[in-house]
């Protein structure tokens, strides 16, 4: 079993940058493929970004390529998402995910077993 807490979130204008945390509980950190999702009022989770257990592959969705960064630092069960540009349509609250050890996964939240609780993201002038 992993806990996984978020945390960084906030009111921010566009343009502005943030970057989250995700603090997971437990030894086996290092053998989860972790992944962001957000989730906007009124609209279904969708993807952010992945890393995989080693840092070695990410992904992003097409929305954040090239203003979001995923990264981890396993030393420290933590993992990150540093978000630049951002804009009111990134608006939405942000969850951490993790797969079950060993596991691959990508893109589908069915993919995670673990999530945290959200943090808010708030982007407005």
């Known amino acids: 079993q992993v806990h996984l807490v978020e945390s960084g979130g906030g009111l921010v204008q566009p343009g502005d940058s943030l970057r989250l945390a995700c603090v997971a509980s437990g030894r086996t950190f290092a053998s989860h493929v972790v992944g962001w999702f957000r989730q906007a009022s009124g609209k279904e989770r969708e993807f952010v970004a992945a890393i995989s257990r080693w840092r070695t592959s990410t992904a992003y969705a097409d929305s954040v390529k090239g203003r979001f960064t995923i990264s981890r630092d396993n030393a420290k069960n933590t993992a990150y998402l540093q978000m630049n540009g951002l804009t009111p349509e990134d608006t939405a609250v942000y969850y951490c995910?993790?797969?079950?050890?060993?596991?691959?996964?990508?893109?589908?939240?069915?993919?995670?077993?673990?999530w945290g609780q959200g943090t808010q993201v708030t982007v407005s002038s």
């Open positions: 995910a993790a797969a079950r050890p060993g596991q691959q996964a990508g893109s589908k939240a069915d993919d995670y077993d673990y």
